[in-house]
């Protein structure tokens, strides 16, 4: 099967930590249904581009205290937020990063065939 990929919008602060290594594990509260095995990165505002790639090694959920638990090595989250971000919800996804891939030219939404930032994830092709 061909390398499956989705799209993430993180924000700066969080590319630039994935990128420097800093952060190996992405947060989210919803785990898409298909299989990937690859995060196309889209930089946020006031960035807004797709600047690279990561490969995604695994996948851990579980309640948020669990989570946060069981991904101490490399989060790149700070305590507070994380767990605002997980307010009143039960089941917290993370994703296990791996290699990185930044793109010498970053990729505009409009030439992956996309023409908003999706809220959660999408898939390409």
Known sequence: MP???????????????IISGEK???????LPKGRFDTIVIYSTYPVRKVIGEVECTGIFMGTPAKVWKETKDCRGIEQDKYF???????????????????????????????????????YLK
Request: proline letters at 5%; zero cysteines.
């Open 3 to 17: 390398n499956q990929k989705v799209l993430l919008s993180i924000h700066p602060e969080y590319v630039n930590r």
């Open 24 to 30: 190996k594990w992405e947060f989210r509260k919803v």
């Open 84 to 122: 605002s971000y997980y307010r009143d919800v039960k089941e917290a996804v993370a994703f296990r990063l791996g290699n990185v891939k930044v793109y010498e030219v970053p990729k505009t939404l409009e030439e992956l065939g996309l023409s908003n930032a999706p809220q959660s994830f999408v």
